[in-house]
């Protein structure tokens, strides 16, 4: 069991939440918090005049609400916006948001009932998540619209996900032996006001991001020991020279994959060796296509982005994003825009940038396979067949090549898309929802043109029946990618077979196939 609040909720210990279920439970001391912000702003709230609490919202703060309506004011606020359109989100990604939100609760700065944050634990424990809709956050008052659904399924309302299915909220409920919550005095915004939905999604964007870098440096280290390449372009000695750690890192990795490869070549035994240099014209390339030799350079920023991500969004997962902040400790509330969400649609955008290039690299260096007037090693398009009569990987070139571009087009940056809404009172906002959603787009484009090249890679293994050469971790991936997606000669649909190897690399780590 996890416990949350108290201390800081990590990158790992929110995906085995998300990802592998594990059981959650509220740290003591995060309970007192709650219960101290909450009382705190029930006495202070009293003859004053507190933004959502006994104002309308928006433009329309200037309105005084009586106090026989301040708690029908928390339902207006949450059925009124819970106004989303398009695409239904995956249960996985509802959950995401929750683990996001219940986090922002247990900082102890909300004012919430602390029978919001065990309801929420409940709910996440049981698997019963709200129905939230991809459009309609811009991401400033937080993610108005996801969160509003959000907290339309916390009230009962609406619909929720029930262990992967879509029903009635009040079904849902019932089925998981749970109650709705009861609004008190603020939940209605404080469940809504916050960048927890991009936050979420963000999370989940940058852990799949992790695991398809790791892919493409090893799908990399196979093109290059295929290509039986000289070794200095990712030695210690070449890379340590160029002070950025995600070349080096890259670099590294490439030497512990490639390790005990008998098709890996050094230079010094070849090219520095005046008995292989007695020609004006040699057959090798001195130097290989930017695509093999450039790996380090080109996936180090993709990693150094990462990093540079996940410490920021974590950062977010446990920072307090309401408003207003009811700060117990210096008997205040405070008013102001910790719910904007720029520092998370920043870092979604340059992930974004940084896995379009990834699966531009994939792209390049599938290509070079498949263009046998470049590699000069394999028949056209790796074909085990007949030339002519026979395919092979043709066909499917073409969704790599389409699925890059769109790639391409979709990296165009949400932070600098700010649109003023709310009758101009939200006149620069981070549309954060919108880039996290084409990040997670991308990164699912991202995934299908590496199965593909896989896929590739594999046939074109077979071709040099160079198995027994590859180096123990190379072979390892073989052999287990081979298990999915068996050899093939005669000409037949691959799309099956795509999706088999593409959920096969989602699933699976490099690291725990050879590990």
């Given at each position: 069991m996890?416990?949350?609040?108290g201390?800081?909720?990590s990158?790992?210990?929110f995906e ?5 279920k594990?059981?959650i439970?509220?740290n ?12 705190f702003?029930?006495?202070?709230s009293?003859?004053k005049l ?10 329309m703060?200037?309105?005084?609400i009586?106090d026989?309506n301040?708690?029908?004011?928390q339902?207006?606020?949450i ?6 359109g398009?695409?239904v989100l ?5 959950r995401?948001?929750?683990?996001a939100?219940?986090?922002n ?8 009932h602390?029978e ?13 998540v ?8 811009v991401?400033?008052?937080?993610d ?10 916390v009230?009962g ?10 029903m009635?909220a009040?079904?849902g409920?019932?089925?998981?032996g ?10 209605g915004?404080?469940?809504i006001?916050?960048t927890?939905?991009m936050t979420g999604v963000g999370?989940?964007?940058i852990?799949?991001a992790?695991?398809?870098l ?6 990399s280290a196979i093109t ?8 200095d ?9 160029k002070?950025h750690?995600g070349?080096?890192h890259?670099a590294?990795?490439?030497r512990?994959i ?12 070849h090219?520095?060796?005046p008995?292989?240099?007695?020609h004006?014209?040699f057959?090798d390339k001195?130097?290989?296509y ?5 790996v380090?350079q080109v996936?180090g920023?993709?990693?150094?982005t990462l990093i540079?991500?996940e410490e920021t969004?974590?950062?977010e997962?446990n920072?307090v994003n309401?408003?207003?902040v009811?700060?117990v400790?210096?008997q ?19 992930i ?10 994939s792209?390049r260096?599938?290509?070079?396979f498949?263009?046998s007037?470049l ?7 790796v074909n085990?067949?007949?030339?002519g009569l ?5 066909g499917?070139q ?5 699925t890059?571009?769109?790639n391409?087009t979709l ?5 600098v898309h700010?649109?003023?809404?709310n ?5 620069i906002?981070s549309m954060?929802?919108?880039a996290?959603?084409l990040?997670?787009?991308?990164i ?9 090249q896989?896929?590739?890679l ?7 029946e160079?198995q027994?050469?590859?180096s ?7 052999d287990?990618?081979?298990i999915?997606f068996?050899k093939?000669v005669e000409?037949?649909?691959?799309y099956?077979s ?8 989602e699933?699976?780590a ?6």
């Open positions: 996890i416990q949350v609040g201390t800081k909720l990158l790992k210990e085995e939440i998300l990802l592998y594990k059981p439970a509220i003591h001391a995060a309970v007192e918090k709650v219960q101290d912000s909450f009382d702003l029930k006495q202070f009293n003859h507190i933004y959502g609490i006994n104002t309308g919202f928006g433009p703060a200037q309105y005084k009586s026989e301040i708690l029908q004011l339902y207006n606020l059925r009124s916006h819970s106004s989303g398009g695409a995956n249960p996985l990604l509802g995401a948001v929750m683990i939100r219940l986090n609760h247990l900082q102890g700065y909300s004012g919430v602390l919001l944050v065990e309801l929420l634990t409940d709910m996440i424990n049981a698997d019963l709200p129905c939230i809709y991809e459009h309609g956050g991401g400033a008052s937080g108005l619209v996801q969160l509003a659904h959000l907290a339309l399924g009230i309302e609406g619909e929720v996900w029930y262990q992967g299915q879509l009635p009040a079904q409920f019932e089925l998981a749970l109650k709705p919550l009861q609004v008190h005095i603020r939940e915004l404080s469940l006001n916050g927890s939905a999370l989940l964007n852990i799949r992790h695991k398809l790791d892919w493409s440096v090893m799908l290059n020991e295929l290509m039986e390449v000289y070794d372009h990712f030695s210690h000695e070449l890379n340590s020279v002070h750690k070349q080096n890259i590294e990795s490439f512990n490639l390790q005990d490869s008998k098709m890996i070549r050094s230079r010094s035994e090219l520095y060796n008995e292989n240099i007695q004006d014209v057959e001195v130097q290989e930017y695509s093999l030799r450039c380090t996936l920023p993709v990693y150094d540079q991500a969004v974590v950062n997962l920072s309401d408003n207003p009811v700060d400790a210096n205040n509330i405070f008013h102001g825009g910790n719910f904007h969400g720029d520092y998370v649609s920043f870092e979604m955008d340059k974004k940038i940084a896995i379009t290039k990834l699966s531009m690299l792209e260096q599938l290509n070079y498949l263009n007037r590699n000069q090693k394999f028949p056209p398009f085990l067949g007949v030339l026979n395919f092979g990987m043709q499917i073409f969704t790599a090549t389409s890059t571009a769109e391409q990296s165009f940056p949400m932070y700010s649109i003023p809404n009758n101009d009172n939200q006149d906002v954060g929802f919108n996290a959603q990040t997670k787009k991308v699912d484009n991202t995934y299908e043109v590496v199965a593909i896989a896929m590739t594999l046939q074109a293994v077979d071709y040099l160079c027994e050469k590859m123990p971790k190379t072979r390892a991936v073989y287990a990618l081979r999915i068996p093939f000409d037949g649909p691959l099956k795509l999706a088999k190897v593409r959920t096969w690399l699933a699976n490099p690291d725990t196939v050879f590990g």
